[in-house]
Nanobody, 125 residues
């Protein structure tokens, strides 16, 4: 069993930055495929970024490309999401997800078996 705990959310003004953390624990804590999802109020959860931990290859959806950076700290079993130039449309609950294999393209919920509880991000204009 793998446990994922997110932290680092908060309220910022547009243009600001936040760094989210996802601490992994349990059997083989950092899975090969780690991802960040978000869910805005009234909307479905969407994949934001993924990383294959084996080679640190990353994928970002177009809406965050150039602003968000996903990175691992394998020694600390922690995954980060650095979010810069935040926009009001980035507001939502952010979730960390993990599983054993990465596919290509936008992260999809059904690919991931392990989820954290989420951390809230609010961006005001």
């Amino acid at each position: 069993q793998v446990q994922l705990v997110e932290s680092g959310g908060g309220s910022v003004q547009a243009g600001g930055s936040l760094r989210l953390s996802c601490a992994a624990s349990g059997y083989f804590a950092m899975r090969y495929c780690m991802a960040w999802f978000r869910q805005a109020p009234g909307k479905e959860r969407e994949g934001v970024a993924r990383m294959d931990i084996r080679d640190s290859s990353a994928y970002y959806v177009d809406s965050v490309k150039g602003r968000f950076t996903i990175s691992p700290n394998n020694a600390k079993n922690t995954l980060y999401l650095q979010m810069n130039s935040l926009k009001p449309e980035d507001t939502g609950m952010y979730y960390c997800a993990a599983d054993s294999w990465c596919t290509n393209g936008t992260p999809v919920e059904s690919e991931f078996g392990y989820w954290g509880q989420g951390t809230q991000v609010a961006v005001s204009s």
